[in-house]
C-alpha cells in the first residue's frame, strides 16, 4: 500500500465518519419532534429508543460474517446509503408503522456501519504504525456537531422533519458515494494480504478469546450507557425537568459534540504524554462528575455545564476501547471490533429504556445517577488498556511511536 494511498483511504474514512455523526445527530436531537409527528406517548418512546440498537446489534453480528468473504469497504460503502435513506423515511412518514419501519432499517444499517468503519479505522491505525483512530471519531463528533447545529435550526424555524433531513441526505448521500471510491485497509500482520482475509479464530494474532475481550466488551457499555442517556435523553431533560425551550433543549447535545471533538483532537497527546490507563482512569472520574452536575442542576446552563464535563471525560474511552481491541487480536481485529462493537448497542440498549424508566417510576434526576455509577466502574477494568504491547505488524511501526491504547 502507497503511502498516497493510506492518505486517501484515511481521508475516505474520515469523511464517512462525519456523514455518520451528522445523520445519528439529526436523528436523536430530534426525538420530541419525531415523538410529536408519530404521536408516540412517554411509555412507548423508551420501545423505539431500545429496537434500535438491538437491530443494530444484528447487524454488527451479520457484519462479521458477511466480511469473511467481502472487505469490510464493500460493507461501508453500501449501508453507509441506505443509513441516510432511512433517516429520510423518519422524516416522511405519518403513520407509527413508517417510523417503525424506518427505524428499523436505520437499526440494521448503522450496526454494519459502525463494524465496518471501525474495522477500517483499526486496520489503518495498524499500517500507519502510529494513532489516528481518535481523529476519526473526531471526524464522527464534528458530523454531530454539524448534525445537532442543522436540527437545532429546523426547530428554531420550525420546520417538517421532511424539511430538516432531505436538503441534508441530498448533499451527503452523493458525497459518501464519491467517497467509498478510496476505501482502503491496512496488511495482515505477516504482510500477506488485506487484514480481513483469514481473520477468523487460528489467524495471526491467536484465536479471538472472549475472556480477554471481555474488560473491553464491559468498558464501550458503561460508556455507551453514558454515550446513550446524554443522545437520547439530553434535549427532553433539558425541556422537561430544567424548563429549557425546545430550540435551547437541541444545545446540550451539540455542546457534547464540541467537547468530544476537542477532546479527541487532543487525545493523542494525553496517551503519549500519561498512556492509555490514566487517560481512561480521568476521563472516567470526569464524565461521572458531568453526570452529578446534571443530576443536581437547578436550571438549563448548568445542566449544559455537566453535559460539557460528560463531553471531555467520554470521548476517549471508546475510540482507544477499539483500539485495544484490534492491538489485542492483530490477524483477528476484524473479528474483535465485531463483537466489541455489539456492545455499544448493548450500551444503548440498556442505558435509554434504563433511564426512561427510572425517570417515569421516579425522577430523572435520580436517574442520571445510575450511569454515573457505571462510568465510574470503568476504572476497575481500566489497565486491560495497557496490558498488551503494540503490534501493528506489516513493517509499518514507527520507532518510539505511542499506541492509542
Known amino acids: 500500500m502507497t503511502d498516497a494511498g493510506l492518505r486517501h483511504g ?20 430530534r426525538i420530541p419532534a419525531i415523538q410529536d409527528q408519530y404521536g408516540i406517548s412517554d411509555g412507548l418512546l423508551p420501545v423505539f429508543l431500545a429496537a434500535v440498537p438491538i437491530l443494530a446489534g444484528a447487524g454488527s453480528v451479520a457484519t462479521e460474517k458477511v466480511v469473511a468473504r467481502v472487505r ?21 412518514g405519518r403513520e407509527v408503522w413508517h417510523v417503525a419501519v424506518a427505524l428499523g432499517v436505520f437499526g ?20 500507519y504504525g502510529r494513532s489516528i483512530m481518535l481523529g476519526f471519531h473526531a471526524a464522527y463528533s464534528l458530523g454531530g456537531i454539524a448534525g445537532a447545529s442543522l ?3 429546523g426547530a428554531r424555524w420550525d420546520l417538517s422533519l421532511l424539511g430538516s433531513y432531505l ?5 451527503l ?5 464519491v467517497g467509498s471510491r478510496w476505501y482502503t485497509e491496512g496488511k495482515r500482520p505477516d504482510g500477506k494480504g488485506p487484514e480481513h482475509v483469514g481473520a477468523g479464530p487460528g489467524g495471526a494474532g491467536g484465536a479471538l478469546s472472549f475472556r480477554l475481550l471481555l474488560p473491553l466488551c464491559l468498558v464501550m457499555s458503561f460508556a455507551y450507557i453514558g454515550d446513550s442517556t446524554v443522545s437520547n435523553w439530553s434535549a427532553k431533560y433539558l425541556q422537561d425537568v430544567l424548563g429549557g425551550s425546545e430550540q435551547l433543549a437541541t444545545v446540550p447535545y451539540n455542546v457534547y459534540m464540541v467537547t468530544t471533538l476537542l477532546g479527541r483532537a487532543l487525545g493523542d497527546l494525553g496517551v503519549r504524554r500519561f498512556g492509555a490507563v490514566a487517560v481512561v482512569r480521568g476521563g472516567s472520574l470526569l464524565a461521572a462528575g458531568g453526570f452529578a452536575v446534571v443530576a443536581v442542576a437547578p436550571g438549563a446552563w448548568v445542566g449544559m455545564f455537566g453535559f460539557t464535563m460528560l ?6 474511552i471508546v475510540p482507544q476501547t477499539f483500539a485495544a481491541a484490534g492491538r489485542m487480536f492483530p490477524g483477528n481485529s476484524d473479528a474483535a471490533v465485531a463483537r466489541l462493537n455489539i456492545f455499544n448497542y448493548v450500551g444503548f440498549l440498556v442505558g435509554s ?10 425522577s430523572y434526576r435520580g436517574a442520571m445517577l445510575v450511569p454515573m455509577v457505571l462510568v465510574l466502574a470503568t476504572l476497575v477494568y481500566a489497565r486491560a488498556f495497557g496490558l498488551a504491547p503494540a503490534r501493528y505488524g506489516g513493517g509499518h511501526e514507527r520507532p518510539h511511536t505511542a499506541d492509542v491504547g
Request: with cysteine.
Open 151 to 153: 436540527a437545532w435550526a
Open 353 to 362: 429504556p434504563l433511564v426512561g424508566a427510572l425517570g417515569d417510576a421516579w
Open 72 to 92: 469490510p469497504g464493500v460493507v461501508l460503502r453500501w449501508s453507509q446509503p441506505l443509513v441516510l435513506l432511512a433517516l429520510l423515511g423518519v422524516g416522511a
Open 167 to 171: 436538503p441534508v441526505v441530498v448533499v
Open 173 to 177: 448521500l452523493p458525497a459518501a458515494l
Open 108 to 127: 440494521l444499517a448503522v450496526g454494519a456501519l459502525d463494524a465496518s468503519m471501525n474495522m477500517l479505522g483499526v486496520s489503518l491505525q495498524r499500517a
Open 10 to 29: 484515511r481521508a475516505s474514512l474520515g469523511l464517512s465518519f462525519g456523514v455518520q455523526g451528522v445523520a445519528f445527530a439529526l436523528l436523536v436531537t
Open 311 to 316: 463531553g471531555f471525560g467520554l470521548c476517549v
